[in-house]
């Protein structure tokens, strides 16, 4: 497998555009997370899904931030309008949630810059 | 709500030294704990998991160890050697849920 695959790995937008990043998970796992990566605030969890289901979106920053998997394969983070502020990378990561195997596989990050 | 530090945030070592980071977390009723390896510009890679019957795990010249009572686990790192300067970050995971809270890390540089 390919691993998580994260797309694009640079974004630079104006403030009040909008902002698409997406991820494609390993095949056959049925976790998947959004984290936001920045000096100031480390890592934090944004969302995560179970079976392409929202389970816990309390570390959603605000209704700017929205985010959705239609399918075992493919999720979408989206920012509207963006803020400088939401400069940071960020990340997706994915679980089987296997026992055998728990263990946290992540993309390469997408680093965002709002102008 | 489970908090989790690290210490130190930063640290430098001359090659061939063994050396220890920390993790402390607030809320023992975890699930399992993972260490995490970051090098620049890069995604993180788990290094080794820590289930929370387990006290310790063991990859290659890397020993965690869980102390959950006291809400600490330590990696181990022997023998270091210039290719482990990374950022080392651990990460918990509380019963019941499946969020995995991170440290902030430890930078840590390696001298040749």
């Given at each position: 497998d390919a691993g998580v695959i994260q797309s694009p790995r640079h974004e630079v937008t104006e403030m009040g555009q909008e902002v698409t990043l997406r991820c494609k998970p390993i095949s056959g796992h049925d976790y998947l997370f959004w984290y936001r990566q920045t000096m100031m605030r480390g890592l934090e969890l944004l969302i995560y899904f179970n079976n392409n289901v929202p389970?816990?979106?309390?570390?959603?920053?605000?209704?700017?931030f929205s985010a959705k998997m239609p399918n075992a394969s493919f999720s979408t983070l989206k920012i509207?309008?963006?803020?400088?502020?939401?400069?940071a990378v960020y990340f997706c990561a994915s679980s089987s949630g296997s026992q055998k195997d728990e263990k946290l596989f992540f993309g390469s990050g997408t680093q965002l810059s709002v102008l | 709500k489970q908090e989790v530090t690290q210490i130190p945030a930063a640290l430098s070592v001359p090659e061939g030294e063994n050396l220890v980071l920390n993790c402390s977390f607030?809320?023992?009723?975890?699930y399992n704990l993972q260490w995490f390896r970051q090098d620049p510009g890069k995604g993180l890679t788990s290094l080794l998991l820590i289930q929370s019957s387990q006290r310790e795990q063991t990859s290659g010249r890397l020993n965690a160890s869980l102390d959950k009572s006291s809400g600490r686990s330590t990696l181990y790192i022997a023998?270091?050697?210039?290719?482990?300067?990374a950022t080392y970050l651990c990460a918990v995971r509380t019963s019941g849920t499946y969020k995995y809270i991170f440290g902030t890390g430890t930078r840590l540089k390696v001298l040749a």
């Open positions: 389970i816990d979106d309390s570390g959603m920053p605000e209704d700017r509207q309008p963006s803020e400088p502020r939401d400069s | 607030t809320d023992s009723a975890i023998a270091s050697q210039p290719g482990d300067s």
